[in-house]
């Protein structure tokens, strides 16, 4: 059973607009999230990250969204460029565990 | 700044025979996770070390272990190889409570 899910395989979006990626997950001991951004056989670069006692982070283009009460967590890139194809891999963390579960991902085309 | 270093980055081998994968984390960094990666699937976590223990195990198949040194690198030592065992293996470090980041990965093909 997936702990942590992204519904949605792929996504494209128009140059300059924005993206949403998303990310839900059930195990409610995941205190720590995390967005990765991987291209093919690379490993996966960290992206930006968001604790469970917040509900915002932003980073230059990025920000990611915490709704704990929904489980749901969002990754925002605006606005978005074509360097930013890539797949994006939500990831969960609990604060007693040394394991990072991982979501499917999202394959993100931007069109130019 | 300093990054994971994976080693090699690319290693064929023939089926039945052994492998040794490496990982040098950040320096300070306390947590090793090693991961899996199939064509076309997710990461599957392997096994984590914590101040140079076993810390959590995954989908890690008896064949393989993994053990991490007095200077925190990381070996994942792979034995009797299968075909199916090719794929993208990845080591990630980090700190507790702060980001993991990843190495390149270390390409294993078995012919």
């Known amino acids: 059973d997936q702990q942590v899910k992204q519904n949605s395989p792929s996504l494209s979006v128009q140059e300059g607009r924005i993206s949403i990626l998303n990310c839900d997950y059930t195990n409610s001991m995941f205190d720590y999230f995390l967005w990765y951004k991987k291209y093919p056989a690379e490993g996966p670069t960290f992206l930006i990250s968001?604790?469970?006692?917040?509900d915002k982070n932003e980073d230059g283009r990025f920000t990611v969204f915490l709704n704990k009460s929904a489980k749901h967590l969002s990754l925002h890139i605006v606005p978005s460029q074509p360097g930013d194809s890539a797949v994006y891999f939500c990831a969960a963390l609990s604060g007693s565990a040394r394991q990072l579960t991982f979501g499917s991902g999202t394959q993100l085309t931007v069109l130019p | 700044a300093a990054g994971v270093i994976q080693s090699p980055r690319h290693l064929i081998k023939e089926k039945r025979e052994t492998a040794t994968l490496k990982c040098y984390p950040i320096?300070?960094?306390?947590?090793v996770y090693w991961y899996q990666q199939g064509p076309g699937q997710d990461p599957q976590f392997l096994i984590s070390f914590y101040e140079k223990m076993q810390s959590d195990k995954g989908s890690i198949p008896d064949r393989f272990s993994a053990q991490q040194f007095s200077d925190y690198h990381s070996e994942l030592n792979m034995s009797s190889l299968e075909l199916g065992d090719s794929a993208l293996y990845f080591c990630a470090s980090s700190s507790l409570g702060s980001e993991a980041f990843f190495g390149q990965g270390t390409r294993l093909t078995v012919v």
């Open positions: 968001i604790s469970s006692i917040k």
């Open positions: 320096p300070r960094h306390d947590t």
